[in-house]
């Protein structure tokens, strides 16, 4: 394996890439914990937790994840994160505001896609046992 200044992130959500850069440092918490990462950092899978994902550009910037649960992926100079959730932020402070806004934004959006279902559902075993009625 060679020796590198920086590694390739690419931050994903279902419906788009977040983030794609080159990045010297990760910050993130896994489901035993937090850890760092660094370019020559062993290959490497673990599951994350709804967290901050902290990312070191070789710029000197940092840039400010909110993510849900997901999947990180290392293998050689590549990182493959992908969430179910996730929105960057300018800095920690304005993080926090920003997820409330999309996290909840989305809960209400799947708990009214959960009501519709459920009527749905309600609906076909409802008409299911009229069939199973004996007709005159």
Known sequence: MSFASAMQVSLRVPTHEVFS???????AV??????????????????LVPSVLILSLDDGR???????EGVLVKKGHEVDIAVRRGVQGD???SLNDTVQVSFVEVDEEERV??????RLEAGIVRRFGELRKPRL
């Open 30 to 47: 896994a489901e035993n914990g937090a850890f760092g990462m660094l370019p020559n950092h062993i290959d490497y899978v673990t599951s």
């Open 62 to 68: 940092e840039l400010f994840f909110g993510i849900d």
């Open 91 to 93: 800095d920690l402070d």
């Open 21 to 27: 850069g080159r990045v010297v440092k990760l910050f």
């Open 113 to 118: 896609a959960r009501s519709a279902l459920s």
